[in-house]
């Protein structure tokens, strides 16, 4: 089927064995593709009972049908396991152009099971599977130095890599599957059930094209999609002010986490919204491969103790760090998520965690 690349790779890291398996017609028309993949996937492969940092745990890595393809928003990969943390359905979706690299490898899916005896990394290079030590990463290395490594190693700076840090590496519950630039993979503990398989990171290199059916039609509304992405009024907040855009609008109607969730509303939200970040700290924005609304925004703190250049804030870890901590303070807010995104923390659930033990120090709890 057009979109699909029709291949499943299954990789067993205790008996270091690989499968390579084509995927039917039938399959992608009844799942469509990331998120109908990786459900049906651990729905028809999982065990009830198994603990979700076991060998016996399912990895899932799943790209969209239009993955590789000039549409907007197609190069997002959705990672799935058994999660760790809720012992339910787990999820996460990473944005930039993993998913992207991922289907010009060859791949739909990437389905991984078992333990590797010593820390391993999986490197795809088109049609070649690479299993590399990872002895000298594991414990060693964060998030953005794996991903400079394995780069440098390869001689390309296009390659894409999932890793984790040293909180999937200790098996933290809330351990993300992380990038260098931001937008991880952060929800439900991926990165601690990658850690559980001794597997320090997944990385990719493709140059195969991916075929479309009825290709004139499909460029026509392509980039029909592009222009209104790029320019139109549905995009416009997030192309000016990031996901940041949702802190006033969500405290105007009093939605915006604040206090440990005590209440709805900051008194000062101003100073943690995203028109305050653009107007006195962006300095260039930049977009995940094939999206024209270019939603992250580069910021640069030019002095005191947080010095440095940021990526982007969303909205998310703002209210985490921010009003849900009580904090008012962005430089304070982008180092705090800067030191999650490399140590592979989920910015989201160690936020709220915060605010959490500060009203239990309190209440003298």
Not at 139 to 153: A, L, M, S, V
Not at 158 to 170: F, R
Not at 297 to 306: A, L, N, Q, V
Request: with cysteine.
């Amino acid at each position: 089927m057009k979109g699909y690349t029709g291949n499943i790779i299954k990789i067993n890291l205790t008996e270091d064995k690989i499968i390579r398996d084509k995927i039917t017609d039938q399959f992608c028309e009844d799942y469509i593709g990331g998120y109908g993949f990786g459900a049906k996937i651990l729905w028809d492969e999982l065990e009830p009972a198994i603990d979700p940092l076991s060998p016996e745990n399912v990895l899932v890595f799943a790209a969209g049908c239009a993955g590789g393809t000039i549409l907007p928003a197609s190069s997002n990969c959705c990672v799935f396991a058994k999660s760790p943390l809720t012992g339910f359905f787990g999820m996460g979706v990473v944005h930039g152009s993993v998913g992207q690299q991922m289907k010009r490898a060859g791949y739909d899916i990437i389905q991984i099971t078992g333990k590797a005896p010593d820390p391993v990394y999986l490197f795809f290079n088109d049609d070649d599977l690479e299993i590399q030590s990872a002895k000298d990463l594991w414990g060693i290395k964060d998030i953005e130095e794996t991903e400079k490594f394995i780069r440098t190693k390869y001689k390309n700076n296009k390659i894409g890599v999932l890793s984790i840090g040293q909180a999937g590496e200790n098996l933290s519950r809330i351990g993300c599957v992380g990038k260098n630039n931001n937008r991880p993979a952060c929800r439900t503990g991926m990165g601690a059930v990658m850690g559980s398989k001794n597997l320090k990171c997944v990385a990719f290199n493709g140059s195969q094209d991916i075929e479309v059916a009825e290709h004139d039609n499909f460029m026509e509304k392509a980039y029909e999609l592009i222009q209104t992405a790029a320019s139109g009024p549905e995009t416009a907040k997030y192309r000016n002010f990031g996901t940041a855009a949702n802190v006033l609008i969500l405290n105007k109607i009093g939605a915006l986490p604040t206090q440990n969730f005590i209440h709805g509303v900051f008194d000062k939200a101003e100073e943690i919204s995203g028109e305050t970040l653009t107007e006195n700290w962006e300095v260039r924005r930049f977009a995940c491969s094939n999206c024209p609304v270019a939603c992250n925004h580069i910021s640069y703190i030019s002095r005191g103790k947080y010095r440095g250049i940021y990526v982007a804030l969303d909205y998310e870890s703002i209210f985490a760090f921010g009003s849900c901590c009580k904090i008012a303070d962005l430089p304070s807010i982008m180092k705090a998520v800067e030191l999650c995104d490399n140590y592979g923390l989920d910015t989201i659930s160690t936020g709220v965690s915060i605010a959490f033990g500060m009203e239990c120090f309190e209440k003298g709890i």
